[in-house]
């Protein structure tokens, strides 16, 4: 799931990004081929839709998508997190720029009277093109960062894979095991007497059920464990052999 809402904020982002590429290398030449006749046929051409729609319906959606992924990994290690925080921040300052750049420039190009204003209508047409191609190099910057966060996580999950493949004797992956997360205990104790049986069947019957791993409200209801069939006379998965055939 949290890799999905990455997986959106990272195809959001490159849409994004690829609109405002098109924007400077088709929708700017087209604007600015002959002022003011190429302003008139833009105008007419922009009459009924907003380009800027598509803007406002994705890039809320990738600040979104951006928001949930640093709270969700948020507990990956700090050089993850800050890659994903440092996305948020750059699309947050894409965001902004409409407001505070390109929508007053929009109003001069396509809606201020174009007799007496031909001169600032150009001047207006290559500051939004700069601005433009700078929201393209944050929005690159954006996904580069989001893909290196990416890139990381999984370089550190494929490192503990091979970590618990590493531990793997001869003998268990002849028989197939792929990892291995507890070390062999070197603890055993053979058992020779009924009472230290019944001790440690006793332990192990109660394990489940204490400390801060809390497996179950009653331990004799555990159904990994021997406990029930001793306690309460029922197999959970298997029919275990009663210490009495032994002791």
């Known amino acids: 799931m949290k890799k999905i809402i990455l997986y959106i904020s990272i195809i959001a982002a490159a849409g994004l990004t690829m609109v405002t590429v098109y924007n400077s290398l088709v929708d700017f030449k087209s604007w600015s081929g002959d002022v003011p006749s190429s302003i008139q046929v833009a105008r007419a051409y922009y009459k009924h839709i907003d380009p800027r729609n598509f803007f406002s319906i994705v890039a809320p959606i990738n600040q979104i998508a951006i928001s949930l992924t640093v709270i969700l990994f948020w507990r990956s290690s700090v050089l993850i997190r800050t890659n994903f925080i440092v996305s948020f921040f750059i699309y947050a300052g894409i965001g902004a720029l409409p407001t505070f750049y390109f929508i007053p420039r929009d ?55 091979q970590q618990l493949e590493d531990g793997l004797s001869a003998r268990e992956k002849k028989k197939g095991q792929l990892h291995k997360v507890f070390k062999d205990s070197f603890d055993a104790k053979p058992i020779y007497i009924r009472p230290f049986l019944l001790q440690k069947i006793q332990y192990i019957h109660l394990n489940p059920g204490r400390g801060k791993w809390k497996l179950v409200q009653d331990w004799r209801e555990y159904e990994h464990s021997s406990a029930s069939f001793y306690e309460l006379n029922k197999v959970m998965h298997y029919q275990p052999l009663h210490y009495d055939e032994l002791y």
């Open 107 to 161: 109003i001069i190009i396509f809606a201020r009277p174009i007799e007496g204003n031909v001169e600032v209508i150009k001047t207006a047409l290559h500051q939004w093109q700069y601005m433009n191609w700078v929201r393209t190099a944050l929005g690159l910057a954006g996904i580069f960062f989001s893909l290196k966060g990416h890139r990381l996580k999984q370089s550190n999950e494929n490192k503990i894979l």
